[in-house]
Structure formats: structure tokens, C-alpha cells
């Protein structure tokens, strides 16, 4: 009963006080994040080795327990490690206290990782060190195909383009897409040609590394101008590459061409994505800790229409934009599909909803944060994209 005794002995402290609570309360209500799930706080750190040719008994033996032996060493708060040693790939997850400071292990980790690359086998480039937490997942799936363009050409522009605008979006994390191609510089050697030149595939890369430099050439000063010179160090295209000279026999050069052929080629593909029965590329995106999941999803909209407004070809029908299109760039969105879907994780979209203009359905029911509603009944279209 004090309380009631105090409000009747001071009656304006209480009325600002309900009056304060009134004002701020739309105020607090605004700001305070609103999740599907609630945030999970296990930091986690990974380390990807890469030694491509080696092993996965090897990857074990000479890469991750060394890792593992020195971390253990030097790395404070571990909770656990779990470590996978794949074909030329090894990737080792440590799983630290929730009270842990994960800057200060995020700088340990990648301490001992620089220093251990000495015990490593010859070549050991460092690894990628990851930092997520058991809360990272996936909320958006975006796919990508085209009918025209190749799997290296959706891959590549999935890679530099799309991921490089939807990595602005607040609280995203956006990992390398699936499906496409890795577009590499191929040089398919002619073996009967090379031996009848009595050259080996050693003399075709020898040419190559010794005719394709990145050098810093400088300026030159004449009088009162500076000008800026350029080498003929490296091609310009691919090309380019076959007209490299290997040796010179009794006055005949041998060029590239004569015993090899260099294309704009790709990686040994390791995974398939298809859209609507065409292959294609798909994007992940992920929430990133304590990110709210709506408000991923509804940056997602607002960011996808910035993308469909980039122009990125020499086409004046570039994704509908009006303007200059910037012809150094090789892709245009007419002849490329986006559709997109919400994960499973998401609760406030139907898991099965797909749309191919943009986000802003999906996106408009996470603002409004109101029950489930199923898009494939609403009407609204697209493929699924699926690998």
C-alpha cells in the first residue's frame, strides 16, 4: 500500500512519470527489433584451408591437426572444435564459451593461423576465417538464370554484380552463389602438336608466366607534362594469349596457337542449379547475428529494385532503366531471370512463396509483421529455383 501512499502525497510525480511512459512508448515500441526467432549467442569461428591436390588423409594429417594443435595452444574461451578434411579442402569450426570475447578470439585465430603456415606443406596460402554464430541462417533465396548467357557468364555476374549490391543490405551475410561455372583462363594443350614441336606443357606455362606481367611502368616528365606510360606486358584479352611466342627453331617461332588453344573456359563443375529446367545460379542470403529477419527481408525488397535499375549493358532496355549503360560491362538484364524465395526459417512468408518481380510482397507482409498467408494461392508467379 506505500505506493498508492506516495501517489496521493505527490500526485504530479506520477502524472509525468504516465505521461512520459505514454510519449516514449510509441518511440520504444518502434525501435525495438522484432525477430522470427529469438538470437542465439554461440560464436563461432571457422578456418577453410585450401591445398588443392591434397588428400583428404593428408588434409588431416599435415593441415588440420596442426591447426587444431595450435590453437588449442594459444586461442583462449574454446568451448569445442569440430574439424572436416576434404579432397584439397579442410575446414576446422571452433565453438567458443557464450561469454567469450569474440574480437579478441577473432584476432587470435587469425594470428596462430599466419603463424602455423610455416609447418604447413610448401604453398600453404592462409585461410579464410570466418566469424558467424548459431543464428546466422538462411532467410532468401534468389536465383538466376538466362537463356542465352552460359553458366560461367550467370555466374560470374551473380559473383561481381548482384552479391556486390545485396551486400549493402543491413544485417546480411551473402556467401558465393551455387550452380554456374567458375569462369578460369582454359589453355587446352594440343599433345601431338607439342610433341611434334619437341616442347613439353612445362614450355607453354614457362611462355605464359615469362609474357603475361603486371608491371608498374610510372611517368615520364616532358616539360611542363606528365605523362603516363604503359607497357606491353600482359594481353589485353584472351585471345591475345595464343600469339605469345614459346622459342624460336632455325628461325621459325613457335606460338601458343601452334600447340595449344586458350579460351575464356571454367572450374570442373561441383554443383547444379536449374531454374524452371534451365541451369542457373543461386544466392543465399543469410541473416548475420542479432539482425532481425523482417528487416533483412524488407531492405531485400528496397535493394532488389536498386538492381533491376543498374544498367550493366550497352542496351537502352537494360532491366527497364532509362540513361547510359556502361558499355565496359558484359551483361544485359533482358535476357536475364530473377526469382526469388523465402527460406524455410522465415515464419512471416509462406516457405513455398516464389515471385519473380521483385521482393515487395514478401517484404510488405514482414513490415506489417501479420500471420501466414499462402502466395501460391494469391497469385503470385514464378519458378522456384532449386539445384
Partial sequence: ??????????????????????????IVIERTPTDVFPNIDIPVISLVWNYSGLSPQEMSNRVTTVTERGLTTLVNDIEHIESQSLNGIAVVKIFFQPT?????????????????????????????????SASTVPILQIGVSSPSYSEQQLNDFTLNFLRTQLIT????AIPYPYGGKQRVV???IDTPALQAKHLTPVDVVNAITAQNLILPSGTAKMGPLEYQVELNASPLT???????PI????????????????????????????????????????KNGNASTTSVVAAGAECDAVIRSVDICPSSHCWGAEGGCDSRLPYCGDDIAFSGQ??????????????NSDFSSCAQRARRDIQHHDAGRAGIGGGNPGG
Fill in 1 to 26: 500500500m506505500w505506493i498508492v501512499a506516495l501517489a496521493l502525497r505527490r500526485p504530479y510525480t506520477f502524472v509525468v512519470m504516465a505521461l512520459l511512459i505514454l510519449i516514449l512508448s510509441p
Fill in 100 to 132: 567469450a570475447n569474440i574480437q579478441t578470439a577473432l584476432a587470435q585465430v587469425t594470428a596462430i593461423s599466419q603463424t602455423i603456415i610455416r609447418q604447413l606443406p610448401p604453398g600453404t596460402t592462409p585461410p579464410l576465417v570466418i566469424q558467424y
Fill in 169 to 172: 543490405v543491413p544485417g546480411a
Fill in 186 to 188: 582454359s589453355v587446352d
Fill in 238 to 244: 584472351v585471345a591475345e594469349l595464343n600469339d605469345i
Fill in 247 to 286: 622459342r624460336t627453331v632455325n628461325g621459325a617461332t613457335i606460338y601458343i596457337r601452334d600447340v595449344a588453344h586458350v579460351r575464356d573456359g571454367f572450374n570442373p563443375q561441383t554443383n547444379i542449379v536449374r531454374q524452371d529446367g534451365t541451369r542457373g545460379t543461386l544466392l543465399s542470403v543469410l
Fill in 342 to 355: 523465402l527460406a524455410q526459417h522465415s515464419d512471416h512468408c509462406d516457405v513455398n512463396s516464389s515471385f
